[in-house]
RNA sequence: GGGGACGUAGUUCAGUUGGUUAGAACGCUGCCCUGUCACGGCAGAGGCCGCGGGUUCGAGUCCCGUCGUCCCCGCCA
């Protein structure tokens, strides 16, 4: 038998949102769902807050005109569902509450119905802030009835429509790619899925559905989106989680240019849906000109870039410096910094950390006691105000000066002062105020940064690597380089970077297969170990392959700035922890020895 | 793999130099209350101090280990 005490839902059918009714709607009858949110009980008068997706509302029962509807109203709890029929009314002066947005408005209940009740939750949804994260993932179903998730989730909902429809109305076609699929060794570590039909034969997870849709462009379906989850196993960061969701593209035809118009084209339809106007084109940085000037692949424009400084110093100011005149002098400036004492000065070289190579010279204001002239001229080179910050960064004299490890050492000096740049823009974040969050438009500083190197150098493995992946194009006019001069051939590879976040990345792909061929002999590989692990992608590229190229954007990422959160666990509904465990099912878990049995894979003694 | 922070009532936290019976607020339960909206008042219940070991006459407090959550580095073509 069913509980007695809960009412049948019967023919029953809601009328209203709770959140949406207002002074207009006084004298409606209305009949509302939801949960209770709080119950206010005086005694011979109740109040029930209802609340739904859209809101709260205030229900009104009166023992006087009806002991047994209030009888039935004081035994109700949080989180209770209930339906409720009654009347809107207009609420007296004094009793209209400002604060909600049906604070003008009250239902005065006629019927009562009590379709479940609920136990105590361990936190309460109507709570304002709730700290503990383990709960929160424990209990996501309570967690995602508080308003702020029930917006993050329902802005996500809107931007990818958006996104869905602005590709759609420029002719993108939505194709859904395999989840089970071939390992590729390359790039991140890939989720596996065993096979029972091949023992020891596993499918993998897609870290990005990459050569399927070059495949699809070979097909000739010209322009493709997917809003797709890829999937990586690597330990995880608060904007990083082991499944997320891109925004994937790939064109036919297309030049740079063409890929950047789509993108900002779309961003702009995401961005409106949360009220905040973008104006394109972005702005487009060369990656040699980000690296030099804010030491990072992904600059933040919020502050002023660092400037190469070194012709305001002597030889000899170099030379008492210890610095090697070869390699680049850094001012890195923190602006309305303010005065600072000594402690604060000593503190600030806590943040610094040099890779091999950089090193930290001084504030401004300790190197004006013993090179006065130089910090004269460097003043007047970076542009400082006098309440900026200004710390200045240079390369050590180290005996080996190849122009190998020159170059190593120049790029040290621009990363680290790059890394100093952030954490001082953090820790005076107060001060300088770029960093406050905003709902205008110009606090979002998007950049293109464009024309990445095609090859990293691995130390540790005495050879090159992929910067971005082995199937990006490098620029027309350096393919005569690829083997004479790898570190000097530039790709037609592009990020889209906003405030200092990465938000995605793409490029114009090889459509040639002597080309593919070249970058993987670059790469060390040779045409056989290209042929075991790409064998049907270099297959397809022969039967007539278009010039193509695309992008993907994390949707987390975009969606947890426009929310102005901190961590992707905010607007993902089911995120993991930082362990990779999903606290609410608890996943991963062992499975029987009969299952692993099955699939061919050895049972752990 | 490495570094850091945290773990005490359902929740958020306090807990002094190691010393009687571990506290507060919110929540919960009961009673009172007809205009509340974080309702109010009175009373009450509620604790493996994450877990294991050690030091000590005595441990929430000190030490070692372990587990969990968060942040960062490595990693993420």
């Known amino acids: 038998m069913p509980d007695s005490h809960l009412d049948l839902l019967g023919n029953l059918q809601r009328t209203h949102m709770c959140g949406t009714l207002r002074a207009g709607d006084a004298g409606r009858s209305v009949t509302l769902m939801g949960w209770v949110n709080r119950r206010r009980d005086l005694g011979n008068l109740v109040f029930i807050d209802l609340r739904d997706r859209t809101g709260i509302v205030q229900i009104v029962f009166d023992k006087e005109s009806n002991p047994s509807l209030h009888e039935k109203a004081s035994g109700l709890r949080s989180e209770y569902v209930i339906a409720a029929v009654g009347t809107v009314k207009k609420r007296d002066t004094p009793t209209v509450n400002k604060n909600v947005a049906t604070g003008e408005i009250e239902i005065i209940a006629e019927e009562l119905r009590l379709l479940n009740d609920s136990k105590t939750p361990p936190f309460s949804p109507s709570e304002e802030a709730i700290s503990n994260e383990e709960l929160r993932l424990k209990y996501r179903y309570l967690d995602m009835r508080r308003p702020e998730m029930q917006a993050n989730i329902e802005l996500r909902s809107r931007v990818s429509l958006a996104i869905r429809q602005e590709l759609s109305k420029r002719g993108f076609l939505e194709i859904e790619t395999p989840f089970m699929t071939r390992s590729t060794p390359e790039g991140a570590r890939d989720y596996l899925v065993p096979s029972r039909v091949y023992p020891g034969s596993f499918y993998a997870l897609p870290q990005s559905p990459q050569l399927f849709k070059q495949i699809l462009m070979i097909s000739g379906f010209d322009k493709y989106f997917q809003i797709v989850r890829c999937f990586r196993d690597e330990d995880l960061r608060a904007d990083r989680q082991p499944e997320f969701t891109q925004i994937d593209l790939e064109m036919s035809f297309p030049s740079q240019e063409r890929v950047f118009e789509v993108v900002e084209e779309f961003l702009v339809a995401a961005f409106r849906q949360a009220g905040i106007e973008l104006k394109p084109p972005f702005p487009r940085m060369k990656y040699d000109d980000a690296m030099r000037q804010y030491g990072s692949d992904k600059p933040d424009l919020r502050l002023p870039p660092m400037s190469d400084v070194r012709a305001a110093f002597t030889e000899e100011n170099l030379n008492a410096l210890t610095l090697d005149p070869l390699l680049p002098v850094v001012a890195v400036r923190i602006p309305k910094v303010g005065e600072l004492s000594r402690k604060e000065r000593d503190d600030n070289k806590q943040l610094w950390s040099a890779r091999p190579g950089a ?247």
Do not use: C
């Open 359 to 605: 090193k930290l010279i001084d504030d401004l204001k300790r190197l004006e006691k013993s090179f006065p002239e130089a910090v004269n001229k460097l003043r007047s080179m970076s542009g400082a105000e006098n309440e900026d910050l200004i710390v200045v960064v240079g390369g050590g004299v180290s005996e080996d000066r190849s122009p190998i490890a020159m170059r190593k050492a120049a790029e040290a000096v621009y990363a680290s002062a790059g890394a100093f740049r952030l954490a001082l823009a953090q820790k005076y974040k107060d001060r300088h105020g770029a960093f406050k969050k905003t709902q205008s438009a110009k606090d979002y500083r998007f950049l293109w940064v464009t024309d990445f190197p095609m090859f990293e150098y691995d130390d540790k493995e005495g050879r090159w690597n992929a910067a971005h992946h082995p199937f990006t194009s490098p620029h027309e006019e350096d393919f005569g380089k690829l083997l004479s001069d790898p570190g000097a051939v530039r790709a037609l590879a592009y990020d889209i970077v906003l405030n200092g976040t990465e938000l995605g990345s793409g490029s114009i792909r090889i459509h040639r297969q002597d080309i593919q061929k070249q970058i993987f002999n670059a790469l060390g590989l040779s045409d056989e170990e290209a042929r075991s692990r790409f064998g049907f992608f270099l297959e397809a590229l022969e039967y007539g392959t278009p010039p193509h190229g695309g992008i993907a954007l994390g949707l987390d990422r975009i969606v947890m700035i426009l929310a102005g959160a901190d961590s992707l666990r905010e607007v993902i509904p089911f995120p993991k922890t930082a362990k990779a465990v999903d606290l609410m099912v608890d996943a991963p878990t062992p499975v029987s020895a009969a299952q692993l049995r099955e699939l061919g894979i050895a049972v752990k003694p």
